[in-house]
Every structure is written in C-alpha cells, then in structure tokens.
C-alpha cells in the first residue's frame, strides 16, 4: 500500500460506499408514519410483544435522522417502558461514518464518560433502509433554552453561571477520554496507526483529502495550498490515545438547572489518534464565541486557559507545532464538510435537509479565512510550498 | 420587466411566512425547520440579486489576478513551467462569457501548479507562490465572509 492509500479499513469502506451511493435516486425524509411502521416491524423481532407509540423527530441535528419513540415492554423480564432514540444515516451526510462503529465506541465508554446506553444497531441496513442505531434517551439539553435558534449548534452561548459549572466537566471528560486505556479494551474494528510516527496524521490527511476529491471538491488556491502544506508537514505522534473527533459545546447533554454533563454526543468520529487533533478541534473558533474581542473555545477557556489546563489535568505536554498543524487540518477538514460533504448531499438530492446544508455552506469563506490567518503565522513555515 | 424579480421572491416569502407557516403542526419540526431556513435563503437571495452578477464577476477578475501574479513571480522546474502555461491559457480564455467556469477553469490550474511547485519548484518559487496565494486569498476571503454574513454564523 503508498502513502497516499493509507487509511483504516473501515473509513476505506464508508468511501467506497459513498462513491456507489452517488448513482442512487433521490433521498426524503422519512415520515413519522414510516418510521413508526419500521420500528414496529424490527421489534417484532427484537423484542416480541412490545409496542411502538410517541414517535417524533428530533430537531436541530445536521447529519442523521434522528427520532424519539417510547418501547412499552410487556414481557416478564423486560417490563416497563422507556423512551429510545432511532439515530439512522441518510443517504448521504455531511459526515459520512459508520454506525457499527460507533455503537462499538458507546458501550466500551459505559462506565468511563456519561454517554448514552447503545442497545441495538444495524450497521448495515439489514433491517432498516438506511444504516440506523437505537440507544436509550438521555435528559438534558445542548444549549440553553434562552439561547435562540442556532442552526446545529455552532456557537452556543452559555453565559457565566452555566460556563462556570460546565468548563471543569468539559476538561475532565476529555481527559478522561484521552487517559482511556484503548488497548485493554474490546473495540473490534479500531485499527492502531502505529506502523511509523506520522500514521496518525497521515490517516486523517488521507481520508479528508479522499472524501474532498470523491464529492467533487471545487479547488479554489487556499484549499489546494493548505491541502499540500499538510502532506509536507506531518507531524510524529507521541503519545496515541482514543479521540473524540467532534469534542465541542453542542455535543453533549446537560442539566440546565445543575449544569451536571449528562451525557457526551456524536462519537462517529472517534478514534485512535493523536491528542492535538481533538485540542484542535476544541479550539475552532466557529465553535466557540467572542465575547468583546476575546475567544472562548466553546465558550468555556480562552485559548491558553484551554492549553494550560489540558496540560495541568492531563499531564501531557501540547506541541505548539503538532496544534500547530492540526490547527489548519481542523479549518481545512471544515472546509471539505461544509463545502464538499455537504454540498454533494445536497446536489445529488441524497440527503433530508438540502436547504440546511447550503445554508451551512455559506460559513466556508470562514473556513478559508481562518487558513489563510493560519499559513500566513510565522510558526506555520515548514518545508512546504 | 412587471413582476420584477424582488416582488416575486417577496410574494414567495409572504406565502410560506403568513400562509403555510401557520399551517405545520408544532410536532412537524423538520417541515418548521426548513421552512424557516428556506424563507431565511429566500430573503437574502432577495437583498443580494441585483449584486450577484458583479459578485461573481469580481471572482472570476480575482482569479485572474491572481493566474497573473503566480505567472510573473513563480519559476521552477518541467512541472511547474507546465502547470504555469496551463494557467496562462486559462487566464487567457477568461472574457466573462462564462464566469463559474473560467474562475474554475483557473482555480484548476492553480492547483496543479501547487502540486508541481511542491515537486519540482526552488526555495524562491515556493516562498512566491505562497506569499501570492495568501496574499490574494486574504482579500478575497474578506470579500466573501462580508458576502456571506446576512447567514448569521460569521464573526466578523
């Protein structure tokens, strides 16, 4: 295999498939009816006797179907009722990933971080029409309730008092996560990027660059120069850890009230790799706020609040170059989201939310600009073009 | 032209904000969603029309400055002479009549030259073709942030 190939199988496969979803017909939302009708039909056989009620959608989200229902259990071992969440793919998201993948990562992190209960999957669209996940519902919201429409989140303004309460959570679970003993765990399915020092960096470039050239990115100067500035500048991994991949304000539940996380989101992007690519993540700033010229990284720590602290919890030492590169890996990755991923979805009629994804589409000049500020730093000079 | 262009788009937000808007159901939230993003297109669709054609004409006057710039100040090894003839023709076939795809046409061209530049261009060209691209892509990049900013997610 060269360079250029190198990648997890499994990412390998969600290319593949996206490539042969492209000659698919036109994809529409699912109606609650239909939903309704599919649940039934799979817990005929997953869980005979139950019955199906109070199926809704779930607003706000920019990648999956998502919906709401209540299973009442009648049989003498499982009695009861309880509320479910049926997360399933549409034909093509603005992040293509693999649900089998992340049940696997939601029931090894039982225990580790609140996270909710995976109970069922069907990763391949055995059953349901689209690859589809059920896990149990976890209370909490993402955002305050006075916080106004956002579209997915971006942004979230917490305020001072829900700031204050959820900053040392936010830093703890993520410690938790890189601290997360990956090796001794049953995670079939993650590979390691252990074969030389750069593989980590090299896998997530690779991928990135493939999924940009499979939905028809539109090369435009910035993009092509920050897409070979990061081929030129691979960093060594030091340390391999379990990362989050989509760590932010947004992607986790809290108790408005306490302020308590209840539960941490959107792993189908997690895996094995360097910390930096998760600090850097943190530290987008369309995922943060400014507050009279100053950034907060989801509105909880200034830049160099989040380093120093990271550092003072963690133990590890964050390489400024190594953040450095995943600083600009993270603007361009959103760029070929935003511009790319999610603009393909939306052209080729795959997707349940075009309207949304041209509308997210628009932040891509910042994207760029944020590339642009970054190339031009002194310590960004390499041996690249 | 009766109806003009703003009067229509304006007839079309009224309907869907003031006709079918009140109609969804509150549990239709999908529908609800999309609509409010669909009349939120709509009204900005509305502010910039009359501007879209000088918009997209400014994109395509960029990429040609900036083929201009690349052409004067890289130099470099078999690759990147080709890649820069590439963007010359490309420069050349810009007069307007086609401005998606002669911006594309260049943005293409531009990006081979990124590669060959990586593979055979000197010290000098590369530091020149980088000081060009971020130079030119910082204008633009304000110029498109502005242009983009009625969504709501811009900081600027």
Redesign the interface.
Request: hydrophobic share 55%.
């Given at each position: 295999m060269t360079a250029l190939m190198d990648m997890e199988a499994v990412n390998r496969r969600i290319l593949d498939r996206r490539l042969a979803n492209r000659s698919l017909p036109p994809y529409r939302?699912a109606l609650?009816s239909e939903i309704t009708e599919m649940l039934s039909g799979f817990f005929d056989t997953a869980r005979p006797g139950a019955t199906i009620s109070g199926v809704?959608?779930?607003?706000?989200g920019a990648s999956k179907e998502q919906f709401f229902f209540t299973l009442a259990d009648t049989g003498p071992d499982t009695g009861g009722t309880e509320q479910y969440l049926l997360r399933m793919d549409p034909r093509l998201a603005i992040t293509e990933t693999d649900r089998g993948r992340e049940f696997t990562l939601l029931q090894a992190m039982r225990g580790v971080v609140p996270v909710p209960e995976a109970v069922w999957v069907d990763a391949n669209a055995d059953f349901f029409p689209q690859p589809a996940a059920i896990m149990k519902v976890v209370t909490g919201v993402t955002k305050p309730s006075d916080a106004g429409?956002k579209?997915s989140g971006?942004?979230t303004w917490l305020g001072p008092d829900l700031r204050a309460k959820l900053r040392d959570q936010f830093m703890d679970h993520l410690v938790t996560i890189h601290g997360f003993d990956w090796r001794a765990a049953e995670m079939p399915g993650y590979e390691v990027p252990d074969a030389d020092a750069k593989q980590a960096a090299r896998w997530s470039y690779n991928y990135w660059r493939d999924l940009w050239q499979i939905d028809d990115g539109?090369?435009?100067?910035?993009i092509?120069?920050a897409?070979?500035w990061l081929?030129?500048n691979m960093p060594d991994c030091s340390e391999l850890v379990l990362t989050h991949g989509d760590y932010r304000t947004g992607n986790y539940l809290f108790e408005e009230a306490s302020g308590r996380v209840t539960a941490l989101l959107d792993w189908e992007l997690a895996r094995i790799g360097d910390y930096h690519e998760d600090l850097a993540w943190v530290l987008m700033?369309?995922f943060g706020?400014?507050d009279n010229g100053t950034f907060r990284a989801s509105d909880l720590f200034e830049r160099e609040d989040f380093i120093r602290t990271y550092e003072q919890r963690s133990g590890r030492s964050v390489n400024r170059q190594t953040l450095h590169y995943y600083d600009v890996m993270s603007s361009w990755k959103c760029y070929i989201i935003t511009a790319a991923n999610g603009m393909a979805a939306a052209r080729s009629q795959h997707n349940?939310?075009d309207?949304?994804l041209?509308?997210?589409a628009?932040?891509n000049?910042?994207f760029?600009?944020d590339?642009?500020r970054l190339?031009?730093d002194d310590s960004a000079q390499g041996d690249?073009? | 032209m009766t109806p003009n262009t703003d009067e229509r788009i304006a007839s079309v937000i009224r309907a869907l904000t003031e006709v079918i808007l009140p109609q969804l159901p509150p549990e239709a939230s999908l529908a609800q969603e999309q609509l409010h993003l669909s009349v939120g297109h709509l009204q900005i669709l509305r502010a910039q029309f009359d501007a879209i054609p000088g918009y997209e004409r400014e994109e395509l006057d960029d990429a040609v400055a900036i083929g201009i710039a690349l052409q004067a100040g890289v130099f470099g090894g078999s690759a990147t002479q080709q890649a820069l003839t590439a963007i010359g023709t490309a420069v050349a076939a810009a007069d307007g009549s086609n401005v998606r795809g002669q911006r594309q046409a260049i943005h293409d061209a531009i990006d081979t030259l990124v590669r060959a530049v990586s593979a055979d261009g000197d010290a000098q060209g590369k530091s020149a073709l980088r000081a060009i691209i971020l130079k030119q892509e910082h204008a633009r990049a304000q110029k498109d942030r502005k242009w983009f900013a009625p969504f709501g997610f811009d900081t600027l």
């Open positions: 939302a609650t809704r959608r779930v607003g706000g429409i579209v971006l942004g539109k090369a435009r100067p910035i092509s120069l897409e070979q081929a030129d700033q369309v706020t400014f349940h939310q309207v949304l041209t509308f997210l628009t932040t000049a910042m760029a600009d590339l642009v190339l031009a690249a073009a | -």
